[in-house]
């Protein structure tokens, strides 16, 4: 993409996801169009800004306890969205600054913010970021490998993406090749939106009528079937809000997700 694309790209006045994403976390990096999009959604389900937080909670949860628990020191974040605070690579590094990062993203907007956030080198650690579509799994592989040692246990994180996909089997296809290519001791992460409440579906009819992206709300059922082959860690596929929480964190929410190891 050349920079006159990708300047096109960024002052486009059609909602973006990764920008209402942004907007709804309370971030800056957004639009006009982005905030309209947003503020249709939340008029009909106003939980999607508390759902943005959460999942941000629950990333750093996550990586807290791969990090500080389970040993791991590198973590493939597919789909990571426009930077914001408490992102993977910072998490882990403050736990083990001998962590190696690599995000992926297709999204020109993320490109331009990761050029100058996520892509570094600490004293220990890496910290690199990958262009390419989740889609194409092999391309993550062959370029992750520059940074990552799939010979050693290495995290692979799906964090509310995959509703953007509207196949399962796909994502099923995804998942499984990635993790294929990955050492026993390795993890997969992933979490996305529900179905489980009639609020959080006409959420996502009205982001759809807004101009977003459409995105595809699943059953906790259809989400468990992605984990299929792998050793759940406690307390299993439930509500990003029951994972691990902290005193007082617990809070209902129309989002599920877990933590497995490959075996």
Not at 57 to 78: H, K, N, P, S
């Amino acid at each position: 993409m050349t920079d006159e694309d990708l300047s096109k790209e960024l002052q486009a006045d059609i909602p973006h996801a990764a920008r209402i994403w942004n907007y709804w976390m309370g971030g800056k990096d957004n639009f006009a169009a982005d905030r309209a999009a947003g503020d249709a959604v939340v008029g009909v389900y106003p939980e999607i800004a508390l759902m943005a937080r959460f999942s941000r909670q629950f990333l750093i949860r996550v990586v807290r306890y791969l990090a500080a628990e389970a040993g791991i020191r590198q973590f493939l974040d597919v789909g990571t969205g426009l930077p914001t605070m408490q992102n993977t690579h910072e998490v882990a590094q403050n736990i083990a600054p001998e962590s190696r990062i690599v995000y992926v993203d297709n999204d020109p907007m993320v490109l331009v913010h990761a050029r100058a956030l996520l892509r570094g080198t600490t004293a220990e650690g890496v910290t690199n970021y990958v262009p390419a579509d989740y889609h194409d799994p092999e391309g993550i592989l062959e370029q992750a490998a520059e940074t990552i040692d799939f010979s050693q246990p290495v995290a692979v994180m799906f964090m509310g993406v995959m509703g953007y996909e509207p196949e399962v089997a796909e994502i099923h296809r995804i998942v499984r090749t990635i993790m294929a290519a990955t050492a026993p001791g390795s993890f997969v992460v992933l979490w996305d939106g529900t179905d489980t409440t009639p609020a959080v579906v006409a959420g996502a009819e009205k982001l759809a009528e807004s101009g977003g992206v459409p995105y595809i709300l699943r059953s906790p059922a259809e989400l468990a079937t992605c984990f299929e082959g792998f050793e759940i860690i406690e307390p299993g596929l439930t509500e990003i809000t029951s994972w691990r929480p902290e005193p007082g964190e617990v809070e209902h929410i129309d989002a599920y997700g877990a933590v497995a190891r490959k075996l």
